[in-house]
């Protein structure tokens, strides 16, 4: 699999210019698996029995041994009935009569006492399968946060570290007809060298946050599809398939809505690339009309649909272009986390629907930046059907261990996983590699390769990182300059700022604020945000916190934005309060940051009243 990944890289690389090194191939997911959900296969969500292991007894004996069989939480065995056959056997587990709880859902929510649970978990359940001849078996899993080891009736079938993107392993041949075990032993814990690292502003959602789904398909499969059009108007479309007689196989791709049908032969590695005029009734995507085409990618018996839109991108000096016209992004910040006062991170399309329509309908928004690491699926092909934008991220945050070479593996693997996942999703216009990273050498070195990496694996979006500026007073006046070295990588620049929340501004002073840069670039303000509480009033001494300083903050900001002749769009921090363990002021916080619009719950604060007002006077493309 890797090899035919290698060829693919070694194509798009040689188009960009540069030449892959082996460990590159190694960095690829084995298989994609692209819109499992919309393949063969049973979801496996659900009841799980679930057992805390805080001292990791089930991966090493007390002398750090490996762990006996009695220890074994993945054991496929049934301990009541073997206690009844051996009254003298000493089982320390039995996960059949363990706590049960429902997946996906993270563990913070299944009792009280693991509401701050960080370690390791195990959770188990049973399904039937029915293998046949000629068939393939994958288990596919949207997201476990952070590190997963997988095993099926007793025996590991693998492992994957990152919190938020999805990977497959094939059990074809591990499965038995009727009653198979699966157990996902779940470790949360962080630390310096993981992505993110242990300090985040943002609650950690340990366990198994997305569907688990056990995918069945032909011993010849389309593993990976993709289609786009091209900044020339062609509608493109790569196919690479997976099995025994991949190489010389026919493809076809369909557009029925359009008459369209593109059609080739698999090469010796099993990967196809085909293009076309794209049809004269073609409906380009676009947040004021996001159309979507069933499109059919087939060989063979295999089939695999998906809802697609088509759309171009590009930057033009300090402008951002949607199908060929500016557009301004007219955008909000947004952690995954639903609405509520005990969010799980269970994101079902009801709760994308709420979150997102709350963007649209709500602050007449066209953007959303889901932020710091990729968002479930669900929520991008939300953004896909309601007509948003999205800027979409891996956790490169804040303190990474960039120098350290197995982290970058990580931080590329998690990379590579998110833009396979999601590059059919029309409304993904922009993949960011960081987020308040410190400038370094090694810092700048880790950044360049992920941005390499984009372009390697997508050439048709813009490239980005949330960075920060450097402050300039010069007689009493005030200019935040952008001279972050990895300016020059990406396509558009963006900044986190927050003068007047963390810095000691007065308001009223923000929109003389100047910005300036060496670049002639488009700039989004990623971030810029001041909490309050809802409900908390005082109009009076407007404090922060209270409802009146975060809306007058808000106005003199984008007074403040208003000024920035290249700017391309924004994405303020942030649609709802969410959780933060950073975040224990007594009154005000709660463990809550509360730089939402909207409460957990949804109440909208004033500040909602200004951006919504604010956006509603911007027409889509108006700078
Ligand atoms: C930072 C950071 C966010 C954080 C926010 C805040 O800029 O990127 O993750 O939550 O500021 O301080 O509220």
């Known amino acids: 699999m890797a090899r035919k990944w290698l060829a693919l890289v070694a194509c798009a690389l040689a188009m960009a210019g540069a030449f892959p090194d082996a460990a590159a191939a190694q960095l690829l997911p084995d298989r994609v698996l692209v819109n499992a959900s919309g393949r063969a296969g049973t979801d496996l969500s659900g009841p799980w029995n679930w057992s805390v292991d805080p001292y990791r007894d089930g991966v090493a004996g007390f002398h750090?041994?490996?762990?006996?069989?009695?220890?074994?939480?993945?054991?496929?065995?049934?301990?009541?009935?073997?206690?009844?056959?051996?009254?003298?056997?000493?089982?320390?587990?039995?996960?059949?009569?363990?706590?049960?709880?429902?997946?996906?859902?993270?563990?913070?929510?299944?009792?009280?006492?693991?509401?701050?649970?960080?370690?390791?978990?195990?959770?188990?359940?049973?399904?039937?399968?029915?293998?046949?001849?000629?068939?393939?078996?994958?288990?596919?899993?949207?997201?476990?946060?952070?590190?997963?080891?997988?095993?099926?009736n007793g025996a590991l079938v693998g492992t994957h570290e990152g919190g938020f993107t999805p990977f497959a392993l094939e059990v074809t041949g591990k499965l038995r007809a009727g009653e198979n075990q699966i157990t996902i032993g779940v470790d949360s814990e962080r630390s310096n060298d993981t992505v993110p690292p242990t300090v985040t502003d943002w609650e950690t959602y340990g366990g198994v946050i997305?569907?688990?789904?056990?995918?069945?398909t032909p011993a010849t499969y389309v593993d990976d599809a993709w289609i786009r059009l091209t900044g020339a108007g062609r509608i493109r479309a790569s196919m690479t398939l997976d099995g025994p007689s991949a190489a010389g196989r026919p493809v076809r791709v369909r557009i029925p809505a359009l008459g369209l049908t593109l059609s080739g032969t698999a090469d010796s590695q099993g990967r196809w690339t085909g293009e076309a005029a794209a049809p004269r009734a073609l409906k380009r995507w676009s947040p004021e009309s996001p159309t979507l085409y069933d499109v059919r990618f087939e060989s063979g018996e295999d089939v695999l649909s998906d809802r697609?839109?088509?759309?171009?991108?590009?930057?033009?000096?300090?402008?951002?272009?949607?199908?060929?016209?500016?557009?301004?992004?007219?955008?909000?910040?947004?952690?995954?986390?639903?609405?509520?006062?005990?969010?799980?991170?269970?994101?079902?399309?009801?709760?994308?629907?709420?979150?997102?329509?709350?963007?649209?309908?709500?602050?007449?928004?066209?953007?959303?930046?889901?932020?710091?690491?990729?968002?479930?699926?669900?929520?991008?092909?939300?953004?896909?059907?309601?007509?948003?934008?999205?800027?979409?991220?891996?956790?490169?945050?804040?303190?990474v261990a960039f120098a350290r070479p197995e982290t970058l593996a990580v931080a590329r693997r998690m990379l590579a996983e998110n833009i396979l996942r999601d590059r059919n999703r029309a409304s993904i216009a922009l993949w960011s590699v960081a987020n308040e990273t410190p400038v370094s050498e090694p810092r700048n070195a880790f950044l360049t390769t992920l941005v390499r990496d984009v372009r390697a694996l997508d050439d048709s979006r813009?490239?980005?990182?949330?960075?920060?500026?450097?402050?300039?007073?010069?007689?009493?006046?005030?200019?935040?300059?952008?001279?972050?070295?990895?300016?020059?990588?990406?396509?558009?620049?963006?900044?986190?700022?927050?003068?007047?929340?963390?810095?000691?501004?007065?308001?009223?002073?923000?929109?003389?604020?100047?910005?300036?840069?060496?670049?002639?670039?488009?700039?989004?303000?990623?971030?810029?945000?001041?909490?309050?509480?809802?409900?908390?009033?005082?109009?009076?001494?407007?404090?922060?916190?209270?409802?009146?300083?975060?809306?007058?903050?808000?106005?003199?900001t984008l007074a403040m934005a208003d000024s920035i002749p290249f700017l391309a769009g924004m994405s303020p921090w942030i649609l709802k309060d969410f959780r933060s363990p950073r975040r224990q002021h007594p009154v005000y916080q709660q463990g809550w940051n509360r730089k939402g619009l909207i409460s957990e719950t949804g109440e909208r604060k004033q500040a909602f009243g200004v951006l919504a007002d604010y956006y509603s006077k911007r027409t889509p493309d108006s700078r």
Do not use: C
């Open 64 to 152: 750090g041994e490996a762990p006996g069989r009695t220890h074994q939480r993945y054991a496929d065995v049934d301990v009541d009935a073997e206690t009844r056959k051996d009254p003298y056997a000493l089982w320390e587990l039995d996960m059949r009569r363990a706590p049960v709880t429902s997946l996906p859902s993270s563990w913070i929510t299944h009792d009280a006492t693991m509401r701050y649970y960080d370690g390791l978990v195990w959770y188990q359940r049973r399904f039937e399968a029915a293998p046949r001849p000629g068939e393939r078996q994958f288990l596919h899993f949207g997201a476990v946060d952070y590190r997963a080891s997988i095993y099926v």
């Open 210 to 216: 997305r569907p688990v789904r056990l995918v069945t």
């Open 308 to 399: 697609i839109g088509f759309r171009t991108l590009e930057v033009r000096g300090t402008r951002i272009l949607l199908n060929g016209k500016p557009i301004f992004l007219r955008g909000i910040s947004l952690h995954e986390e639903e609405l509520g006062k005990e969010p799980t991170r269970a994101i079902t399309p009801a709760a994308a629907r709420a979150l997102l329509s709350e963007i649209k309908d709500g602050l007449h928004g066209n953007f959303v930046r889901l932020a710091h690491y990729p968002h479930s699926e669900v929520m991008t092909r939300m953004a896909d059907e309601l007509g948003l934008i999205v800027w979409s991220e891996v956790p490169v945050y804040w303190r």
């Open 462 to 556: 813009l490239v980005t990182a949330a960075l920060l500026t450097r402050r300039d007073e010069k007689n009493g006046r005030i200019e935040m300059v952008i001279d972050d070295p990895l300016v020059a990588q990406l396509d558009v620049m963006a900044i986190n700022t927050y003068n007047g929340w963390y810095s000691g501004d007065r308001l009223e002073a923000l929109p003389a604020i100047g910005w300036r840069s060496g670049a002639t670039k488009p700039l989004i303000l990623s971030e810029f945000g001041a909490d309050a509480k809802a409900g908390f009033l005082d109009a009076g001494l407007r404090r922060k916190f209270s409802e009146e300083f975060q809306a007058e903050y808000y106005r003199q």
